[in-house]
């Protein structure tokens, strides 16, 4: 099994920054992938950043790229989203979760095909909730 604890989360004007915390724990034979989704009220949970924590290729929403960061700590076995420059429409629950990818790659690597669909993911947080004012 593996458990996933996000904090960080909180409330702060657009232009702001936040960093979220996912601690990570269990059975690392079980995940190579943690990636982070929000979801809005009423909306569908997206995929915001993902991470390879073997090789440490990195993916991101276009809605965020330049303004997030995903990244980790292999000694507190934790992964963080830097978020900059937050926009109201960044409101949402954040989730961390993890994901063992095992599609063929042609380099004769495994990894997930869509780092960013929720239906990789096997393993979630509670969330997080952020919340950007305007």
């Known amino acids: 099994q593996v458990q996933l604890v996000e904090s960080g989360g909180g409330s702060v004007q657009a232009g702001g920054s936040l960093r979220l915390s996912c601690a990570v724990s269990?059975?690392?034979?079980?995940?190579?992938?943690t990636g982070w989704f929000r979801q809005a009220p009423g909306k569908e949970r997206e995929g915001v950043a993902s991470?390879?924590?073997?090789?440490?290729?990195?993916y991101y929403a276009d809605s965020v790229k330049g303004r997030f960061t995903i990244s980790q700590d292999n000694v507190k076995n934790t992964v963080y989203l830097q978020m900059n420059s937050l926009k109201p429409e960044d409101t949402a629950m954040y989730y961390c979760?993890?994901?063992?990818?095992?599609?063929?790659?042609?380099?004769?690597?495994?990894?997930?095909?869509?780092?960013?669909?929720?239906?990789?993911?096997?393993?979630w947080g509670q969330g997080t909730r952020v919340t950007v004012s305007s």
């Open positions: 979760a993890a994901a063992l990818g095992i599609a063929p790659f042609p380099d004769g690597t495994f990894g997930l095909s869509t780092p960013l669909e929720r239906h990789e993911y096997r393993y």
């Open positions: 269990g059975d690392t034979y079980l995940r190579n992938y």
């Open positions: 991470l390879h924590t073997g090789g440490g290729a990195t």
